[in-house]
């Protein structure tokens, strides 16, 4: 098959929608596919940012290809392009084409057959920035929809629409525990510039933890530039490496703390659990699909860091159920292969369901 996927544009830092979207271009490959990756630099604001003039100048220059990201490595079979606008001419004949946000989802939904049968790939309800009804009207395009987590299929269900459910997966060949679960209690969290990803929240909540144990340390990391203020207990990695995520923050952690007000999924919660991490949660939609109340999570209500926490001192406090926690958070990460998700996908890419 040939298979493309339209992102919007070029991230230089590792995202987590793109970053599955790499690892399913990969897959297909790696199985015999043909697979295009097209990044649209296209700005639908009236000035153009400097950055984004700079971009397009390296386009017209064909000096932008695969090296241009340099947090992910691509498959021989994996071709990239960068464009400057929407453009039909630069997709492609193929087999498949898949829209990857609401920005490109009228794109490829006005794209002739030639390019293949069309498909909306949905990773969030994308709202946090507004634009709801421009959001919703994307969801009720004849594009075949399909959606990471349960929540969004529910969602789905609710605006009317069909959706195919083919839920996120851990790369294991990169997370996996690397210290028994008897390890020295600790804490992890990302830090992220997003307000809806609770970082300020989680904050407050880690600092209650430590005035009451001050002795457990707590591990962060993220792109933006440390926090001012941390206690000194607070480790900061800024823009981690895969190695140093494994090692040295989920490998050295015994509790994620996830506590976005809402996610599509949760990449880094379901990473840190293949490590060997319990959960204490938010109710944020995406954790549903692997955060269980009782199980391998505690789950607590959205912004309430206090809760948050509870939540985590107890399990400091309770360490046969942190233990039979992290256990579960292994058994269900363990579940959430590339194998499953990828072969699911690429049925649906065929026709099938």
């Known amino acids: ?184 209690p600790a804490i992890s969290m990302l830090v992220h510039s997003e307000s809806w990803k609770g970082t300020q929240d989680g904050l407050r909540a880690l600092e209650k933890v430590s005035a009451e144990k001050p002795d457990i340390p707590i591990y962060l990391f993220g792109v933006p530039e440390r926090p001012q203020g941390l206690p000194f207990n607070f480790t900061y990695y800024q823009s981690a490496s895969v190695d140093e995520l494994r090692t040295k923050v989920y490998g050295h952690s015994s509790i994620y703390l996830f506590p976005s007000h809402t996610e599509g999924w949760g990449l880094t919660a379901t990473e840190a659990m293949a490590c060997g991490n319990a959960l204490v949660s938010t109710s944020n939609g995406g954790v549903k699909d692997f955060g269980i109340d009782g199980e391998n999570a505690k789950i607590v209500p959205i912004g309430d860091s206090q809760a948050m926490a509870d939540a985590i001192l107890f399990l400091l406090d309770n360490t046969d159920t942190l233990l039979a926690y992290q256990n579960e958070s292994i058994q269900i990460a363990g579940n959430l292969t590339i194998q499953s998700s990828g072969t699911k996908f690429l049925n649906i890419l065929k026709g099938g369901a």
């Open 1 to 184: 098959m040939q298979i493309t996927f339209i992102l919007p544009g070029l991230s230089r830092f590792p995202v987590g929608g793109y970053k599955v979207v790499y690892q399913y271009a990969n897959f297909f490959a790696r199985l015999g596919h043909k697979v295009e990756i097209i990044h649209v630099e296209n700005s639908s604001e009236e000035k153009v940012s400097f950055r984004r003039h700079l971009k397009d100048v390296a386009i017209s220059a064909g000096v932008m290809g695969s090296k241009s990201i340099r947090w992910f490595t691509f498959h021989d079979g994996v071709h990239l392009s960068f464009v400057s606008k929407y453009n039909s001419s630069a997709v492609p004949d193929g087999d498949a084409v898949i829209a990857t946000a609401w920005v490109t989802a009228h794109f490829v939904n006005d794209l002739p057959k030639s390019k293949g049968n069309k498909f909306y790939f949905i990773q969030h309800y994308e709202i946090q920035d507004g634009h709801k009804d421009l959001v919703d009207d994307t969801w009720r395009l004849s594009l075949k929809k399909i959606v990471i987590a349960s929540w969004l299929k529910e969602q789905g269900n609710l605006l009317g629409v069909k959706t195919e459910l083919v839920k996120n997966f851990v790369n294991h060949d990169e997370f996996y525990p690397t210290k028994p679960l008897t390890r020295s």
